[in-house]
């Protein structure tokens, strides 16, 4: 009998929870009933508000006196997390549910970032027509539009409500499938420029006997594979397609955060980092791109994608940047630059072809590891050249099998 908690705020939802507790008690589920609201509530709950604001290191009733509602939904969120991180180490829970509004989603969100990936997650909300990632972050939640607002439970609410408490109980009763694979796992960037680079790796890295999980650099896949190198469960990284950098620093759409290619240097993990997709930035369709960029070099990708090549005073400072973060690794870390080019749109002929802004990234990275233990291979290849990949995985596999050797 698999064990749901239900996370909200009883205090505005009372009602909804007590429906949907009811609900999954009849769909034979145990029930943990969490109130991470900080009103009074006549819906009993298994863990009070109380409880859940001193799980955050607060006090409800000066969170009450405060009037902050800001300030309340984000210590109620990180008590929250804490009481579901409790129950998940003890085997009480397999699955979360939770329905609200923008501040409810706001403390689910935080509630189950933590927890790992696979455990059931779902969030029923009036956000999630739109922009989600705010809620989904870099973790498997499941968003389900409420259409309507979530007060009350009417003909169309019980519908969706009752469709959520079978969905929880469906990802939660069904054992998660067993993949019989004891081989090292590596994480892997990629983007549709760099694809065949990494195509080459992840095929040598089979041969290794690696089993290789890849991460689309749209800024989520980012911070997912900084979530997972930071996870203690991956024996290197090939992180060959380090694009989302140019966004965080241009103001792109992809941008993966200041954060991003930090995780395995601070824990110590073996990479191998490229410049990969370093000479685009990414926007939404030509229309949206902001006024301040008129004059730049774009290129239309498809109809909801353009791209922007980046200057060469971006490229040195993006060089200047990847350097920083490779010099402040704990671990091996070996930087491959591809002289020949660093995405699909960078070959003579293509529309982003600029050896000199190249240039300027390759020489602020040699300046920037210079004396440091980043090992430096330069190439002169493309970066989608077969052998440049190859090299990549290599390399990794020397790393993660001689302590770091070349």
Not at 146 to 170: C, F, K, P, Q
């Amino acid at each position: 009998m698999p064990t749901i908690g239900l996370v909200g705020t009883f205090d505005t939802k009372g009602r909804e929870y007590a429906w949907l507790h009811d609900r999954l008690r009849a769909l034979g589920c145990e029930v943990v009933l969490i109130d991470a609201g900080v009103g009074e509530t006549r819906l009993p709950a298994d863990v009070a508000n109380d409880r859940v604001a001193l799980a955050a290191g607060a006090d409800l009733a000066a969170l009450r006196a405060a009037g902050d509602r800001g300030a309340a939904v984000t210590t109620m969120g990180e008590g929250a997390a804490a009481v579901l991180a409790e129950l998940y180490a003890q085997g009480r829970l397999d699955g979360v549910l939770a329905v609200g509004g923008s501040g409810g989603s706001s403390i689910a969100a935080r509630a189950v970032r933590d927890l790992p990936i696979g455990l059931p997650k779902l969030i029923v909300s009036t956000m999630a027509s739109g922009d989600v990632s705010p809620y989904v972050g870099a973790k498997d939640v499941t968003i389900m539009y409420s259409v309507v607002d979530v007060a009350g439970v009417n003909r169309v609410s019980a519908r969706i409500l009752g469709n959520a408490a079978a969905a929880i109980v469906g990802m939660a009763s069904v054992p998660a499938p067993v993949v019989e694979d004891d081989r090292p796992l590596v994480a892997a960037s990629m983007f549709g420029v760099t694809t065949p680079a990494v195509d080459a790796a992840r095929q040598r890295l089979d041969e290794l006997g690696y089993e290789v999980l890849v991460f689309h650099a749209t800024g989520s896949g980012g911070q997912a594979l900084e979530t997972l190198a930071g996870s203690g469960l991956i024996a290197g990284v090939l992180d060959l397609t380090t694009t989302e950098l140019a966004d965080d620093l241009v103001g792109g759409v992809l941008s993966a955060g200041p954060a991003r290619l930090t995780a395995a240097g601070e824990r110590g993990l073996p990479q191998v980092v490229a410049p990969g997709a370093l000479d685009m930035v990414n926007f939404g369709p030509l229309e949206t791109v902001p006024e301040r960029f008129a004059d730049r070099l774009f290129y239309v990708h498809n109809p909801t994608v353009t791209l922007m090549r980046t200057t060469a005073e971006e490229m040195a400072e993006l060089g200047r940047r990847v350097a920083a973060k490779l010099r402040a690794a704990t671990g091996p870390v070996a930087l491959f630059v591809p002289r020949g080019g660093v995405s699909a749109l960078d070959t003579p002929g293509a529309p982003f072809h600029d050896p000199k802004a190249d240039q300027a990234c390759f020489e602020a990275l040699a300046d920037g590891v210079r004396d440091s233990a980043v090992q430096v291979e330069e190439l002169d290849l493309h970066v989608n050249d077969p052998a440049f990949g190859r090299a990549m995985a290599d390399r990794l596999h020397a790393m993660i099998t001689r302590g770091g050797a070349a």
